[in-house]
């Protein structure tokens, strides 16, 4: 049985909520300039928006507007839902970049292990085999929908979208401020991309956010998520 949504105690101060909910104004929203939305996406229970660090144009978070510590915590509607927008924000940012896109999340579900503590899924276009690499160091498995991410609150876990859209999984340890640098990986796998501005508490990169935000507004078919 997958756990219902562990919601935290203190949601108005997490910096995921206020930018999943469009009645906030956050520092994102700030970036922009006026009447542009920060939102890519949005569905019922999730939003896509450009992030913090946007290291290369196109790159984007899925956040669930539910405050869960990883999408594995969430219950099997959502994450079906969940798939449903990964799915199509990633096929719209591939159309616009012309790119294969790259999806990934790391899955920590100690709480007070890192430094944003409500689960996102990373979406950018890349060639880089995040999958391939944590393959030939890491036992992974291979899933079939984000319904069978890892559900239980005594580990954590990697997650992949490949490029080619096949979704596997990677066992981690629950560990206090534990790091697993994935941006970072991703950064230093992508030949085009500078290897040190991978850290989004550096850099924000407001270039590259206004170019994501601009670039992928409006191009999510009618009807689809609003």
């Known amino acids: ?11 108005f101060s997490c910096a995921m909520c206020a930018g999943a909910d469009p009645a906030r104004q956050t520092p ?6 006026p009447g542009q939305s920060r ?12 992030t913090f660090g946007c290291f290369t144009p ?8 539910a405050h869960v510590l990883s999408f594995g915590r ?5 994450l079906a839902e969940a798939q449903q927008v990964a799915d199509t924000v990633a096929a719209r940012i591939s159309e616009v970049y012309q790119m294969p896109v790259l999806g990934f999340e790391y899955g920590n579900n100690m709480p007070g292990g890192r430094r944003v503590a409500h689960a996102h899924w990373h979406l950018l276009p890349t060639e880089a085999d995040l999958g391939g690499w944590l393959t030939r160091r890491m036992d992974g498995q291979l899933i079939r929908s984000f319904t069978e ?3 239980g609150g005594d580990s954590s876990y990697i997650a992949v979208r490949t490029q080619q859209g096949q979704l596997m999984t990677f066992s981690v340890p ?9 941006r970072r990986l991703v ?3 992508d030949p085009r991309i500078d290897a040190t501005a991978w850290d989004w508490a550096s850099s924000n990169h407001d270039d590259l956010i206004r170019q994501t935000a601009a670039d992928l507004a409006g191009h999510l078919p009618a009807g689809t998520m609003s």
């Open 187 to 189: 950064a230093e796998l």
């Open 1 to 11: 049985m997958r756990p219902a949504d562990d919601h935290g105690k203190d949601t």
């Open 39 to 50: 939102f890519i996406a949005r569905s019922e229970q999730f939003a896509a928006l450009p």
């Open 28 to 33: 994102l929203q700030r970036i922009l300039p």
């Open 149 to 151: 991410l890892p559900c």
């Open 74 to 78: 969430l219950g099997r509607q959502a």
């Open 174 to 182: 629950n560990r206090p401020r534990q790091a697993v640098r994935l």
């Open 58 to 65: 196109g790159y984007v978070l899925i956040i669930p507007r």
